[in-house]
């Protein structure tokens, strides 16, 4: 029921409210159904999760992929943020900016400094050779590998920002306490660091796994098309082989994979850490 | 000594993965100035010629023009229905208006992909494909989230007070609005345009399903040129993008400060 | 535009219920033309509630609002035409004091030259008028306290609301605005609606008083009528300090009864008597008993010994151990004190039968 006095404020809500529904939820939610009507009404797309061999090799290469790629960022995302929480105010800044800096600039133009420097003629595998480390270029790109080096670059920072929020709550005077107390630097990062940024690394990996997964552009520049990933394979099925059907089949899979995987770490992450005062 | 430092294993860690995350994108400025004519570090002299190559290049020159009108529009579209929406859901602040802020923050979690083909079918029957309106439309109720999590994020600091005092002193809806609430988080509203505009901008996965010809906008366009001919012009282009995408990201760190002032 | 008189306010059988939560139940008041009314009441006792009803910027669950008559309970509170001093001010951080205070006209649509005269007497009024440039965050709690009330008066509101106008400022500033507040009051003969908890205020502030606790409003009155009068054990506690005295009546006379404690009788001045043997509690201030001399008597008079004792300046705390009672507080004006204090000295205390009150023992 709305209130006369609140009607002013829905009135405000609106404008988004009617372009979110027209323009996102209607085209998503249209698109979806096709996964049940093409080419014939019922399940039988559904049906290819368990009988077709290439459906479920996109799956278990994506899944793998993203788990992979989740804990390297994690990884390497805990070691700046312990580095960015433990500095003083004024390096923090810079630290930030190297973390912000990445995250905004275009994921093309990080794809394609990735080409540049690893493809066969590229400047690693040239340096590599030039100094006689090597004698024949390595495949660094346009493979798995390539995939993974790419995307962990993009995702480290997504993973920064929880870690780093969550880490600055930690009150710097327990560290100096338990300094003072005579832990070793090793038993207050057990002890006391690590639990309480427990929070953030989770919500970090949180995250993380679920942009991996419909991830688009840096797989299908940095897989050359041999490593496919669930997205670039629907933009497959549905460009190239107009199979609506299958495609939007698993466009179904990957937003319920996502939307699932949210509800279930929503129990334990707190997820206004991750989207702002939003959530 | 008073504070916790890290220790020497975690400064150079830290220091290494700083060097994975930037270096890569530094590489580009010395490749852009290339003497050579193919992808390589500069041989004998710097040159600028890379660039000149892109900046009298017609293609390139429309491509940026016209990635820059959209971004334009699309962020015109995204701050004032992420905005206003941001304050209602603020003042009302129930369960309701959770699960809409919520609604508007899909766009981040549902993949681009999904809404890419999802719009590649509901634009043709609007006869939206290909169009800039289209382009803009879809980057513009994209680029939402961003406004309403900033904007909201500096409602957050808004003292409700403030609103319910004018309204006391007989302000009506529009002039609470108009001089009480945007002045205080303009700021607020002002990052949520950087971010809807860096957004449009680079934006890709949308544009290679519901544009062809007519809209070609340059992350298209470098697309198209990693996938064909990679070639040096393409790292001018990418510093290019760089120093931009880098410029509005201190802009709106200034913003924050004189904000935090 | 308003006259230069306060209008009345009633409120009628106001009720706000949030889910199962009762803030305000079933309280009726009336606020005649001009008067200066204090909701009193400790956190949580539906004060600031109410004062927001009347503001219009919480909707009653039951109950009317009307002002001088008309109903203006659905009216939203841009169009109740109230001023209102807000807790911590809320004024503008983005705007001048000139501008906090021509805010309320600019919405009126007031001329330019009309708006700027109206802004320069409110400003004279609470002797700002040299800050009219200064930012909010310029000035010192007090002078934003001024400029909240400047802003709140500057367009002749039918009403003014005060939402514990001097809750943030340190003491001494508090008395002094608290003067103010009163002279002004007087000046322009407007109708004020306090709300505050501290007693203090309330007492030297308001022609009326009213208590509340627990959402229920338990009396109002003049302020000395509540002090010398308290109709409830919460009320006599609240306002100032009290000793509490158990007892069975025994003996009803006219203009009052005895009570029994023990092997101690009190008399009381009451108008009209419980019944013999029912449990009654008396209220008796610290300031209204005496020590007695050698010889001398009183009404009542009980013996003690000083368990303990502070110093306060203007006056002693005792706190005096006598049989049946337990221990009772009585203040003595260090001037001219009959005794130096120390623990354990024995002294007889004297009270006369009007300096107790019987009330009514609404204790959790």
Same mark, same amino acid.
């Given at each position: ?176 306490? =338990?300094? %003072? +107390?005579?832990?070793?630097? &090793?038993?207050?990062?057990?002890? *006391?660091?690590?639990? @309480?940024?427990?929070? /953030?690394?989770? =919500?970090? %990996? +949180?995250?993380?796994?679920? &942009?991996?997964?419909?991830?688009? *552009?840096?797989?299908? @520049?940095?897989?050359? /098309? ?19 059907? @299958? ?23 707190? @997820? ?8 | ?261 | ?364």
């Amino acid at each position: 029921m709305i209130r006369r006095q609140d009607a002013g404020w829905w009135l405000l809500i609106l404008p988004a409210f009617l372009l979110m529904t027209a323009f996102y939820v209607a085209p998503i939610a249209q698109v979806l159904a096709i996964s049940f009507t093409e080419p014939t009404p019922g399940l039988g797309n559904y049906e290819r999760l368990f009988t077709s061999d290439s459906v479920q090799r996109v799956i278990i290469t994506t899944l793998r992929i993203c788990l992979i790629t989740t804990a390297l960022s994690l990884l390497l995302g805990y070691v700046l943020s312990y580095r960015i929480a433990l500095s003083s105010p004024s390096a923090q800044r810079w630290w930030i900016l190297a973390v912000l800096v990445p995250l905004w600039i275009s994921v093309l133009v990080r794809a394609f400094a990735w080409v540049t420097l690893l493809r066969r003629q590229g400047l690693v595998n040239e340096t590599l050779m030039a100094t006689g480390v090597i004698t024949e270029p390595l495949a660094l790109v346009w493979n798995e590998f390539g995939i993974i080096v790419g995307m962990v670059h993009y995702m480290v920072p997504y993973a920064v920002l929880p870690m780093l929020a969550s880490m600055r709550e930690i009150d710097p005077r327990l560290l100096a306490a =338990a300094r %003072g +107390l005579g832990a070793s630097r &090793f038993t207050i990062f057990g002890r *006391i660091f690590l639990p @309480l940024s427990l929070p /953030g690394l989770l =919500a970090a %990996g +949180l995250l993380v796994f679920i &942009f991996s997964l419909g991830f688009y *552009i840096t797989p299908a @520049l940095l897989g050359g /098309g041999r490593t496919l990933m669930v997205a670039e394979w629907i933009g497959l099925q549905i460009l190239d082989l107009l199979r609506w059907g @299958l495609g939007t089949m698993m466009a179904t899979m990957l937003v319920v994979a996502i939307l699932t995987t949210l509800a279930v770490f929503a129990r334990v992450v707190d @997820l206004r850490r991750i989207f702002g005062g939003g959530a | 000594m008073m504070t916790h430092q890290p220790g020497p294993f975690a400064r150079i860690s830290a220091g290494v993965v700083a060097l994975y995350l930037l270096l890569p994108i530094s590489i580009i400025i010395p490749v852009s100035m290339t003497d050579q004519r193919f992808l390589s570090l500069p041989k004998e002299a710097l040159s600028l010629q890379h660039y000149a190559t892109v900046l009298t290049s017609p293609e390139w020159l429309a491509s940026i023009w016209q990635s820059f009108l959209i971004a334009i529009a699309a962020t015109a579209i995204a701050v004032i229905a992420g905005t206003l929406c941001a304050i209602g859901c603020w003042r009302l602040s129930r369960r309701s208006t959770d699960l809409i802020r919520a609604l508007m923050l899909l766009p981040i979690i549902i993949p681009s992909i999904v809404y890419a083909i999802g719009l590649y079918r509901y634009f043709a029957g609007l006869d939206l494909l290909d169009r800039f309106m289209g382009v803009a439309l879809a980057h513009g109720v994209t680029g939402i989230p961003y406004v309403v999590i900033t904007v909201s994020t500096a409602l957050a600091a808004f003292d409700p007070r403030l609103e319910q005092a004018a309204r006391g002193m007989g302000a009506s809806l529009m002039q609470t609005l108009r001089w009480v609430i945007l002045p205080r988080i303009t700021p607020g509203i002002l990052s949520g345009g950087i971010f809807a505009f860096i957004h449009s901008w680079d934006e890709l996965v949308i544009v290679l399903f519901i544009a062809s010809r007519d809209v070609f906008t340059l992350p298209r366009r470098i697309w198209d040129g990693i996938n064909e001919n990679l070639d040096p012009a393409m790292a001018a282009v990418a510093v290019l993008l760089v120093v931009f995408t880098t410029g509005l990201l201190l802009l709106d760190l200034m913003l924050r400060r004189r904000r935090a002032e | 535009m308003s006259g230069a008189t306060g209008h009345a306010l009633a409120i009628e059988r106001l009720s706000k219920r949030y889910g199962s939560f009762t803030a305000v139940a079933d309280v009726s008041l009336a606020v005649g033309q001009g008067e200066f009314l204090t909701l009193l009441g400790p956190s949580g006792s539906g004060k600031t509630t109410i004062l927001m009803c009347i503001a219009g910027f919480v909707a009653p669950s039951e109950g009317a609002i009307r002002l001088d008559g008309r109903d203006i309970t659905a009216l939203p509170p841009e169009r109740r035409d109230f001023g209102m001093v807000f807790q911590g001010y809320a004024l503008f951080p983005h705007m001048t004091v000139a501008e906090n205070v021509a805010f309320p006209l600019r919405v009126r649509k007031l001329g330019a030259a009309e708006r700027e005269a109206k802004v320069r007497a409110a400003l004279d009024l609470v002797q700002l008028s040299a800050f009219g440039d200064r930012l909010p965050r310029q000035l010192s709690g007090g002078q934003q306290q001024r400029v909240a009330l400047a802003r709140a008066l500057v367009f002749e509101p039918a009403l003014l609301l005060l939402d514990e106008p001097l809750s943030a400022l340190d003491k001494k500033l508090r008395a002094e605005l608290q003067d103010e507040l009163k002279a002004l009051h007087r000046r322009i003969g407007r109708t004020f609606v306090n709300v505050t908890h501290d007693q203090e205020e309330a007492l030297s502030l308001s022609d009326r008083v009213a208590i509340l606790n627990h959402g229920k409003l338990i009396q109002q009155g003049a302020p000395a009528e509540l002090y010398e009068r308290p109709a409830t054990r919460f009320v006599a506690d609240f306002l100032g300090k009290s000793n509490f005295l158990h007892g069975t009546v025994r003996e009803v006379f006219a203009g009052g009864f005895a009570i029994g404690a023990g092997s101690t009788r009190v008399v009381t001045a009451a108008a009209d008597s419980p019944p013999l043997g029912s449990q009654v509690l008396l209220s008796l201030r610290p300031e209204k008993m005496a020590l007695l001399a050698e010889g001398e008597t009183a009404e009542n008079s009980v013996t003690g010994i000083i368990e303990s004792w502070s110093y306060l300046g203007a006056g002693y705390a005792l706190n005096v151990a006598v049989p049946d009672f337990g221990t009772l507080r009585i203040t003595l004006s260090t001037w001219n004190a009959p005794i130096a204090p120390r623990e354990g000295l024995a002294l007889r205390l004297g009270w006369s039968a009007a300096a107790s009150v019987p009330v009514l023992d609404d204790a959790p």
